[in-house]
């Protein structure tokens, strides 16, 4: 501040209450606390006379709740230390009460609209006394209609939600055309599919409702004004309102986090962020009762957007919301005159902008001697650590989706002119796959199988060449519950150029020339309320792997994480493939990971982005690779023998030697007769079904997630009918649906007490620990060739994470200069999940197996966890693969010890009686001889406990059991504890998984007890596979992997745009995610009207952000 703008030390600022005709008295101590202490350097006192004839008077015309607040008084006392700067509050009654010719003169004027403030007579008081505006009152009327807020936006070319109006209006009937669907609505032509927001056109009106689509549950949310320490609550109601007018838009995926920017003149911002009203309606307050914000960093980007704001509504003083999804800031509302709450910092800056801006504007005209005080640009503060731990900078989690029921599954070859007429309408030809899982579609396919069932009954003889029975089940299934969800039933359609190759066994007529299509339909599948609790105690104890937890957090696990996600330290993204049980998995468990309250259907539509767009996580198991049918025909062949397995068949079906293989065929023996013993096993057990169907007693009885004995004894039937050909041979392929459903029935209805289920659950999982890890490849160059086709887009994007954890402008960022209480501002923890389904898991875990990581013989640690891999048998649900990234600050950053990568894994649920049997591994993270040399720690820097605590989050602590008895206390050398290696956690140890013995509040026992919480399974520990990787041999192992993998990869697409070379090429690009990064031209806009005129910034809005990728990554990927 240059010495012009400096005060008289002998002399307080003038700070006054205005009153009628103009006259002022000065502030006493009624009015405000005393005000000292300097503004800048001091100057030499001049005549009192003098002083007082260069005044300039700045004007407050508001309401008085806002011309009092703590944010105002903080500003104006700032304010009236500049030396020429005098301030008058005109008092509400005068405004209400007065003409305008008896309000008080000044100026500058400063006011702005509020509930009860009459606009129209500031608007006369400015025609009438002609001051300097700092926000103009004609923008005002448009800040109130939410309609012009949009038109001005869109005119400025200022990014924002696709929207449409609805005007209500008897005058205007052609802008009120509303069409409303399950799934979406269209507004005047506009179609806007579920998620999408419904806002009143009035800016005053706060009830903004957003409707959730079928396939996350349905329903909406309703925003209103904070009651409490609630803004929103769910609804069931998933329809539209009917009266008034309103504002349609696309909802946006923000990860549940909203940008609230406000500005000060078009060359300052400042931005805080909160977590998103809409997430689960809980407002986290701070011990005074305040919503607890953080300061973010803008970037250039949404710095330019500020700049436009301020500029486009004239207003000086302004606040706008900001939506940040998929690396893209559209502005959603403009609120007009806005403070920040609660910083110094911030008031600080906001009276030396506005005084520089006043004095600039009027200094000339009142001849007092002025001048632009020069600042230095403010430095960007680089975070600095120090000591040698190292710091956790990223984990990456490939997760299986929880317990689920029954998955079901029938295949049918089409060769009629109506499926080819759907195939087409739907876009079929341009991949040759289609999946159809909205209500229209498979109401589609409904209608297309009554149709064909009706002409097969009028002409028996007719050329429809559908099976009748196949027909029927296709009807019957699509019939199921009354109505369609999109979540539990889907049917897909797959292009055959040559019709359906026929496996020598099924072989019943001759074979069809010319194309058909392969329809499967699929149904079941649905995570059941034991999955939900999985998950979301699994994303509980997920949290203890972060740092942090100590000092006022002691003994509440996990909350480093919540700390630094709460302080916007933490990136997070949650991505799952479109099937409603990952999805479904994925909303649970960032419940438990972040402490969120409520429905899943909310935070499912934020939290969780849907990855199926360019197959990272979905994988369409009925278009199998040449290498998976070649595969699938030997397993048929070698399980098909009627004799005892010899030493060709072992080394023909386990050529790795895995134990897990080698004792399941140690208890089949002979393939044939175990399949003979499971099929007379599931006789057994359908007519047991029936017998009690038939007891008058079983009549009304319910079985686990509201099943009946009707569609028990359907499924267990058709794998009876299924399992056995015509011609007396077993479908090997079957197997992993009968092994599944005698688990669902064992885990969750044993209270019905069937004979013979746990022999049933014996053999059938013996057969499928061969079959289905098998499916996936039997020679280590089968297994690598199958994973590669099903997740080298997901292999790309885990390197591309574990590159990507340096800056990144994309995520909301702790602003340094602004944080209170928050001890390391800089740290920033990147997670990323992925929520998948068996296949990609497997495929996965094959990569890390058989890809050449490292040497077995050479490293002790790599050969222990392939031997405990081995013998692993299954990739139960919540399978885990953990990748955690550490960094050493003092080291090199060129050196390949800077970074250091761990990899850990956990076999997910614990399943029916194989506690005894489970492998054993050495533990999570175990103290090897490296890490005593390099003395590295897993935890943090950061001592939390000198954070200003976090109360409101501790309010309502979650009940996780301190002194639970440990998953596996039988083994000693099992690290449980995460925090053990950290000196400072004060010999608190956290298992980690928490027991399961309690009841979940969310799920309601039934009479017979169910669905009570004791019979979920707990969960596996993670075990650690190696724990000295380096990033240098992480990333090139995985850089020869794509590129192997996408050389085989591109072969396949020229063979399958071959096969429709009339139709366009399919659209599998597994780069898919690549974006440009461009910097903005930063234009200095003229001036547009007498509130502001250009200038030099009058100070800068903090550490300027870099607005291109850091030049040392290699990619220009997208870091989402």
């Given at each position: ?118 606009l129209d007579k500031a608007v006369s008081y400015a025609k009438l006394r002609n001051p300097l505006l700092i926000n103009d009152l004609n923008m005002q009327y448009f800040i109130q209609d939410r309609r012009e807020v949009y038109r001005i936006l869109k005119e400025e070319g200022i990014d924002l939600p696709r929207y449409a109006v609805l005007n209500r209006d008897p005058d205007r009937p052609e802008e009120c055309n509303l069409v409303e669907s399950e799934d979406h609505v269209e507004v005047n032509g506009e179609v806007f599919h579920k998620p999408f927001v419904e806002k009143p056109v009035s800016a005053e009106d706060h009830n903004v409702y957003i409707y959730y689509p079928t396939s996350a549950g349905g329903g909406s949310q309703r925003l209103f004004r904070k009651i409490g320490s609630r803004s929103s609550v769910y609804s069931p109601e998933s329809t539209v309102r009917k009266t008034g007018s309103y504002i349609y838009e696309e909802f946006m995926p923000t990860d549940g986090t909203d940008v609230k920017v406000y500005t000060v003149g078009p060359d300052y911002a400042h931005a805080e962020a909160r977590k998103s009203p809409a997430l689960d309606g809980k407002v986290e307050r701070d011990s005074e009762g305040k919503e607890i914000r953080y300061p973010v960093m803008l970037t250039a980007m949404e710095k330019l957007v500020a700049r436009k704001v301020c500029l486009a509504f004239k207003q000086t003083v302004c606040g706008f919301d900001l939506l940040r999804a998929n690396g893209h800031s559209f502005v959603c509302d403009v609120n007009g005159f806005s403070f920040v709450k609660n910083s110094m910092k911030y008031y600080d800056d906001c009276a030396k902008v506005l005084g520089n801006m006043v004095m600039r504007e009027l200094a ?757």
């Amino acid at each position: 501040m240059s010495k012009s703008s400096g005060m008289s030390n002998s002399e307080l600022p003038r700070f006054l209450i205005g009153s009628e005709g103009g006259e002022s008295r000065e502030l006493d101590d009624r009015d405000m606390r005393n005000i000292s202490g300097p503004y800048g350097e001091e100057e030499e006192e001049e005549e009192d006379e003098d002083q007082s004839e260069r005044q300039i008077v700045v004007g407050i015309c508001s309401m008085m709740k806002k011309s009092k607040s703590k944010p105002m008084t903080e500003i104006l006392e700032r304010l009236c230390k500049f030396e020429y700067i005098t301030v008058v509050i005109f008092p509400e009654e005068v405004i209400l009460g007065e003409p305008v010719e008896k309000w008080p003169l000044c100026d500058c004027l400063i006011s702005f609209h509020s509930k009860g403030f009459p606009l129209d007579k500031a608007v006369s008081y400015a025609k009438l006394r002609n001051p300097l505006l700092i926000n103009d009152l004609n923008m005002q009327y448009f800040i109130q209609d939410r309609r012009e807020v949009y038109r001005i936006l869109k005119e400025e070319g200022i990014d924002l939600p696709r929207y449409a109006v609805l005007n209500r209006d008897p005058d205007r009937p052609e802008e009120c055309n509303l069409v409303e669907s399950e799934d979406h609505v269209e507004v005047n032509g506009e179609v806007f599919h579920k998620p999408f927001v419904e806002k009143p056109v009035s800016a005053e009106d706060h009830n903004v409702y957003i409707y959730y689509p079928t396939s996350a549950g349905g329903g909406s949310q309703r925003l209103f004004r904070k009651i409490g320490s609630r803004s929103s609550v769910y609804s069931p109601e998933s329809t539209v309102r009917k009266t008034g007018s309103y504002i349609y838009e696309e909802f946006m995926p923000t990860d549940g986090t909203d940008v609230k920017v406000y500005t000060v003149g078009p060359d300052y911002a400042h931005a805080e962020a909160r977590k998103s009203p809409a997430l689960d309606g809980k407002v986290e307050r701070d011990s005074e009762g305040k919503e607890i914000r953080y300061p973010v960093m803008l970037t250039a980007m949404e710095k330019l957007v500020a700049r436009k704001v301020c500029l486009a509504f004239k207003q000086t003083v302004c606040g706008f919301d900001l939506l940040r999804a998929n690396g893209h800031s559209f502005v959603c509302d403009v609120n007009g005159f806005s403070f920040v709450k609660n910083s110094m910092k911030y008031y600080d800056d906001c009276a030396k902008v506005l005084g520089n801006m006043v004095m600039r504007e009027l200094a000339p005209q009142f001849h007092i001697p002025w001048s632009i005080p020069m600042e230095a640009e403010d430095i960007p503060i680089v975070p600095t650590t120090s000591g040698t731990m190292m710091e956790l900078r990223c984990v990456i989690a490939v997760i299986r989706h929880g317990d689920r029921t029954p998955k079901q599954k029938m295949k049918m070859e089409v060769r009629n002119a109506l499926f080819f007429e759907l195939f087409e309408k739907y876009g079929g030809y341009k991949s040759g796959k289609l999946k159809l899982k909205k209500p229209k579609q498979l109401q589609e396919v409904l209608d297309i199988a009554r149709q064909l069932l009706a002409e097969l009954v009028l002409h028996n003889d007719c050329e429809i060449e559908e099976k009748k029975s196949k027909l029927e089940q296709l009807k019957t299934v699509l019939e199921m519950y009354g109505h369609f969800s999109g979540i539990n039933r889907k049917v897909q359609l797959t292009y055959l150029p040559n019709g359906q190759p026929k496996a020598s066994s099924e072989e019943e007529d001759t074979l069809k020339e010319g194309p058909s299509l392969l329809l499967v339909l699929k149904w079941g599948g649905e995570l059941t309320p034991a999955g939900r609790v999985q998950a979301e105690e699994l994303g509980r104890a997920f949290r203890c792997m972060y740092p942090g937890g100590q000092g006022d957090y002691a003994g509440f696990p996990g909350c480093g994480l919540l700390r630094l996600h709460s302080t916007y330290r933490h990136d997070l993204k949650i991505y799952a493939s479109d099937e409603g049980r990952v999805q479904m998995t994925a909303a649970a468990f960032a419940k438990g990971l972040l402490a969120l309250e409520g429905e899943l259907t909310p935070i499912l539509v934020q939290m969780v982005k849907s990855a199926n767009m360019n197959g990272l996580l979905d994988s369409d198991s009925d278009s199998l690779t040449d290498c998976q049918q070649r595969v699938k025909a030997r397993l048929h062949e070698i399980m098909q023998k009627s004799k005892d397995f010899n030493d060709d068949d072992y080394s023909k079906l386990a050529p790795t030697g895995s134990p897990s293989l080698v004792n399941s065929m140690g208890i089949i023996i002979n393939p044939v007769r175990t399949c003979d013993q499971v099929h007379t096993l599931i006789k057994s057990l359908t007519q047991q079904i029936c017998r009690r169907l038939e007891d008058p007693k079983s009549a009304d009885l319910q079985l686990y997630h509201s099943e009946s004995l009707e569609l028990m004894l359907q499924r267990w039937s058709k794998l009876e009918r299924d399992f056995r050909m015509k011609n007396g041979r077993y479908d090997i392929s079957k197997i992993p649906d009968i092994y599944d459903c005698v688990k669902y029935d064992t885990q969750h209805n044993s209270s019905l007490a069937l004979e013979d289920t746990l022999e049933l659950f014996h053999l059938s999982k013996a057969l499928a620990d061969i079959i289905i890890p098998q499916e996936y490849g039997i020679t280590k160059a089968e297994k690598l060739d199958i994973a590669s086709a099903y997740c080298l887009p997901l292999v790309k994007k885990i390197q591309l994470d574990l590159q990507r954890t340096h800056e990144d402008e994309a995520v909301n960022k702790l602003h340094p200069l602004y944080s209170r209480g928050v001890m390391s501002p800089g740290r920033h923890v990147r997670t990323r999940l992925y929520f998948t389904s068996e296949s990609h898991v497997h495929s996965l875990l094959n990569i890390f197996r058989y890809g050449g990581l490292l040497n077995e013989q050479k490293d002790e640690q790599w050969k222990q966890a392939m031997d405990y891999l081995s013998a692993v048998t299954e990739l139960n649900y919540m399978t885990q693969i953990v990748i955690m990234l550490y960094e050493d600050n003092n080291k090199d950053p060129s050196s390949e010890e800077r970074f250091h990568v761990e990899l850990h894994f956990s076999p997910g649920v614990k399943g029916c009686k194989d506690e005894e049997n489970a492998p054993l591994g050495f533990g999570f993270r175990p103290a090897s001889s490296e890490n005593h040399e390099k003395q590295t720690d897993p935890g943090s820097l950061e001592d939390l406990s000198q954070d200003e605590p976090d109360r409101a989050a501790l309010t309502e602590p979650i009940n996780i059991q301190k002194k639970s008895p440990l998953i596996r206390n039988r083994k000693g050398g099992s690290m449980e504890a995460l925090s053990e290696s950290n000196p400072s956690s004060r010999g608190l140890a956290y298992r980690i998984f928490p027991s399961s013995s309690r009841q979940s509040p969310e799920i309601k026992p039934s009479s017979l007890g169910f669905e009570g919480y004791s019979l979920v399974p707990s969960i596996y520990p993670l075990e650690t596979l190696h724990n000295s990787l380096s990033l240098k041999q992480v990333d090139e192992f995985l850089t020869a992997l794509c590129k192997n993998g996408s050389e085989t990869q591109f072969k396949r697409l020229k063979t399958l745009s071959a096969m429709f070379e009339s139709h366009s090429q399919p659209s599998i690009d597994v780069d898919s995610m690549e974006t440009p990064v461009t910097t903005p031209v930063q234009s200095q806009p003229t001036a547009q009207s007498l509130w502001y005129t250009g200038g030099p910034p009058s100070t800068s809005s903090g550490p300027s952000s870099p607005s291109v990728a850091d030049p040392s990554s290699n990619f220009a990927f997208s870091s989402e």
